[in-house]
């Protein structure tokens, strides 16, 4: 694949695979977080950036947008405020809407302009088997569940200009973020284990192969779908993120 793909979030997990996948395809990535990426290539680009505060998201992305012809968005940056309705709080919530899903709208917003005038664009937004329900997960399946939400709409809005939307949902996946819950070798994690039909947690590969295929021109037929990478949660409807 060639251009220039925008991930966010790229500095561990699922999308340092996304970045890592994309630059062997041939990308140029650029990377959007706060924490440098652990991995180096010479197409990889840096923007330190906390996604949650809006002015600098909306001045890193149109400084990226300004400079380089970015074709491909993945808005994978995301993080988890676990807790049962009795612990949510207003602020969690805030907090998991600010990142999940008010920056992907900020950095859609910038992008689209140069993919309308291209007539070509993919964006990839990182969804969550939870915003199907999950329990302790009031705040953050309401996020997830809201991208999707906003996926289906930007379909519609921008499918005429060339420009497909989809969004990806995996479930357990081992990161630092299910690790933290679920410490390896824990009661926890094999529960969740037991409940996943494959019967073992998935790999951020296993996610960003299906972002890959999602973000290749040849998917241009593919649009306001959520893809669950999910070993059979969601159909099982137990176990999850
Ligand atoms: P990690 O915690 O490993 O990575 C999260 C990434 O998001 C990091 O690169 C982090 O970068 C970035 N990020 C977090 N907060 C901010 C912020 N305020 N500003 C900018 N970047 C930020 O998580 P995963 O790789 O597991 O998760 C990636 C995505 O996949 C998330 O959207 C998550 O909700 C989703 N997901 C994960 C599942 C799992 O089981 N792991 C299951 C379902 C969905 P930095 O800290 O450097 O800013």
């Known amino acids: 694949m060639e251009g220039t793909a925008v991930v966010t979030g790229a500095s561990s997990g699922i999308g340092e695979a996304i970045a890592r996948h994309l630059l062997d395809s041939g990308c140029t990535v650029i990377a959007l977080q706060r924490r440098p990426p652990r991995i180096q290539h010479a197409r990889l680009n840096f923007h330190a950036v906390d996604l949650v505060d809006v002015a600098a998201a909306r001045n890193a992305a149109n400084e990226i947008a300004s400079r380089h012809a970015v074709r491909y968005l993945v808005n994978n940056a995301g993080a988890n405020r676990p807790g049962m309705l009795e612990q949510a709080t207003p602020e969690d919530l805030d ?9 992907a709208m900020i950095l859609t917003q910038a992008f689209v302009p140069g993919m309308r005038a291209a007539g070509f664009g993919r964006i990839v937004n990182m969804s969550s088997r939870a915003a199907m329900g999950k329990t302790g997960r009031t705040v953050y399946s309401a996020a997830k569940a809201g991208l999707i939400g906003m996926t289906r709409t930007l379909c519609l809005e921008l499918a005429a200009a060339g420009i497909t939307v989809n969004a990806v949902a995996p479930g357990p996946v081992a990161t630092e973020l299910f690790d933290h819950g679920h410490p390896p070798g824990g009661e926890k994690r094999q529960h969740v284990i037991d409940s996943i039909p494959v019967k073992r ?27 669950f990478v999910c070993g059979g949660t969601s159909v099982s409807g137990s176990g999850g993120e």
């Open 95 to 103: 907090y998991a809407m600010a990142l999940n899903v008010r920056a």
């Open 201 to 227: 947690v998935g790999t951020p590969d296993d996610v960003a192969r299906a972002v890959v295929f999602l973000l290749s021109p040849d998917s241009g037929y593919i649009t306001g779908q959520t893809l």
